[in-house]
């Protein structure tokens, strides 16, 4: 069946501009994240929804961070006034059951100039 | 310190040969440990996944947990050049929501 997909797949902004970056989860899948991976570290935790609310948002770096996930499908992480800092890849997965089993998107690649 | 720790490598090794990737890990509360394989400019993809200590086979892939020691490895057999990509551990407590990574170890096998 169908992955994680996420668009787009490159992002280039100009520092100060407000991004959005989409994912679209597994069918059926409740639960998704944001990881964040930054040149040769592996992905951090940003935020997880569990349906459209959501459960843990404590890995966003500051309030210029933002994710939603209105109807409890697809996510969309906005991110205001962006930085230089801000550039690395944004990662999307979602599980069903349990939760530790996490399947990744492709990612989109932000960079910010 | 960070709580998983990883060697980023990068490791080289000829066709055939026996690899051996490992994590070290801080946090007590980690029951739950994982396996990712990330090709470049792709998403980590899901290798193995095991609950506690213990062994896990899974055709090529051993994956194994010494929660006494907080070490975790795995091992692959008759390693492929398909297998050259980097290796991410990950790890979660018990009712944690997300995963904590090492930093990846790049493998390159050679033909």
């Known amino acids: 069946g169908a992955g994680v997909s996420q668009t787009p797949s490159n992002k280039v902004t100009e520092k100060g501009k407000y991004v959005e970056l989409r994912c679209d989860p597994i069918?059926?899948?409740?639960?998704l994240y944001w990881y964040r991976q930054s040149l040769g570290q592996g992905p951090e935790f940003l935020i997880y929804?569990?349906?459209?609310?959501?459960?843990?948002d404590s890995g966003l770096p500051n309030d210029r961070f933002f994710a939603v996930r209105p109807e409890g499908s697809v996510s969309t992480l906005k991110i205001q006034r962006t930085e230089r800092g801000d550039s690395a890849v944004y990662l999307c997965?979602?599980?069903?059951?349990?939760?530790?089993?996490?399947?990744f998107g492709p990612g989109t690649r932000l960079t910010v100039t | 310190q960070k709580e998983v720790e990883q060697d980023p490598g990068p490791l080289s090794v000829p066709e055939g040969a026996i690899v051996s990737l490992n994590c070290t890990y801080s946090?007590?509360?980690?029951?739950?440990f994982m396996w990712y394989r990330q090709y470049s400019r792709k998403g980590p993809e899901l290798l193995m996944y095991?609950?506690?200590?213990g062994n896990k086979e899974d055709g090529r892939f051993t994956a194994q947990v010494d929660k006494s020691s907080k070490y975790i490895s795995l091992f692959i057999r008759d390693s492929q050049p398909s297998d050259s990509a980097t290796y991410l551990c990950?790890?979660?407590?018990?009712?944690?929501?997300?995963?904590?990574f090492g930093t990846g170890t790049r493998l390159t096998v050679i033909p």
């Open positions: 997965a979602s599980s069903e059951r349990p939760r530790y089993e996490q399947y």
């Open positions: 095991t609950y506690s200590s």
């Open positions: 069918s059926g899948h409740t639960a």
């Open positions: 990950a790890m979660a407590g018990s009712g944690a929501n997300n995963l904590f």
């Open positions: 946090n007590s509360a980690f029951q739950y």
């Open positions: 929804f569990q349906g459209t609310g959501a459960a843990d």
